[in-house]
């Protein structure tokens, strides 16, 4: 399925309700509420073992007026944090990161990245993997020029999903080492649950959640979590 329509529109939900949400079974794509009585459609993308799938978001493939939308709703979220720095994560948190740090009101952000340049030191490093890219090990770095801006001070993390919970554990290990005090983490979307016992004690502020889909044979229903 061709996902270029998606992430680029909102529309208003029925009857400014977003309760009334339409129910499963769910074919291609899955509604979910973003605020002020508005929906955005997400693809459902099936996992590689064919019966489960989940809801997806390519942040730096939807228009302008999504990509704002979340920042206000990040920034609104992460206000009562208090961070002195705003943190962004690659690759997709790279694009919300300083436009939560601006309506934050601060002069700048922290970039992480997947890229060693030669000047890095591997002990600001951790090992992640990822969800989209299971097959593909990486590292997570941070400059080491960057530590004067972190050293000492309060510091929200932000990406577009958290999923498992990896990425946001390994950038925690690695602003710890900078001296940095971590005290939250901001996502657009929580996929799933499985991130929650990973990350527990942090705390994570989502826009919204969506569940794991199973197969069935009218299409795709939500998966109850497993108690805690």
Known sequence: MSTEGFW???????AGNPADLPGPPYTDRFP?????????????????????AVASIIINQASFV???????????????????????LPTLGLTLAPKVAERLGHAHYVPMGYSRKFWYDEALSEPVSSVTTPTQP??????PNLIPRLA?????????????GTTVTAARRVLDRAGAATVG???????????KSVLDGLPV??????????????????????PR
């Open 185 to 195: 983490a901001l996502a657009i979307m929580g996929q799933t649950e499985r991130w």
């Open 152 to 164: 000492g001070k309060r510091v929200v993390i932000v990406d577009d999903v958290v999923s498992r």
């Open 8 to 14: 680029q529109h909102l529309y208003p939900s029925p």
């Open 138 to 143: 990486k590292r997570l770095y941070l400059d």
């Open 66 to 88: 999504v990509v704002d939308r979340f920042a206000d709703a990040l920034a609104a979220l992460g206000r009562g944090l208090a961070p002195d720095v705003v943190v962004g």
């Open 32 to 52: 979910v509420p973003v605020g002020d009585g508005l929906l955005l459609d997400l693809p459902l993308r099936t996992l590689p073992e064919g019966d489960h």
């Open 205 to 226: 502020r989502t826009v919204f959640s969506t569940p794991l889909f199973e197969r069935r044979g009218d299409g795709w229903w939500p998966v109850a979590p497993e």
